[in-house]
């Protein structure tokens, strides 16, 4: 399966953004989905992820409360709402695509990556 990430853009602080992630060539409800974010000089890391049917989330802490993950399995795309962004928010995102089906907080469970969407949150 092939995805491709969109939405990301330079906000200020407080505003909001909602990532896309359209998937194509493969049967978008066989997979879990999830976003990952990677900011300059640290390690990629964990942000929402959300099963097949959408029944199960998960949330890192830093962003609980924050964002919603959500999909639409008509629209083969999956959604990352960000509200009340911080600047520690900014960061490359990256959807992912897993074969398990669950929303895994776990890199490694991933089996297809989008090309990532930068998100710039300034003070």
């Known amino acids: 399966v092939q995805l491709q990430a969109s939405g990301g853009g330079l906000v200020q602080a407080g505003e909001s953004l909602r990532l896309s992630c359209a998937a194509s060539?493969?049967?978008?409800?066989?997979?879990?989905m999830g976003w990952f974010r990677q900011a300059p000089g640290k390690e990629r890391e964990f942000v929402a992820a959300?099963?097949?049917?959408?029944?199960?989330?998960s949330y890192a802490d830093s962003v609980k409360g924050r964002f919603t993950i959500s999909r639409d399995n008509a629209r083969n795309t999956a959604y990352l709402q960000m509200n009340s962004l911080e600047p520690e928010d900014t960061a490359v995102y990256y959807c992912?695509?897993?074969?398990?089906?669950?929303?895994?907080?776990?890199?490694?469970?991933?089996?297809?990556w989008g090309q990532g969407t930068q998100v710039t949150v300034s003070s």
């Open positions: 959300i099963s097949w049917s959408g029944s199960s989330t």
């Open positions: 060539g493969g049967t978008f409800s066989s997979y879990g």
């Open positions: 992912a695509a897993n074969s398990g089906r669950i929303a895994s907080i776990r890199q490694s469970a991933y089996n297809y």
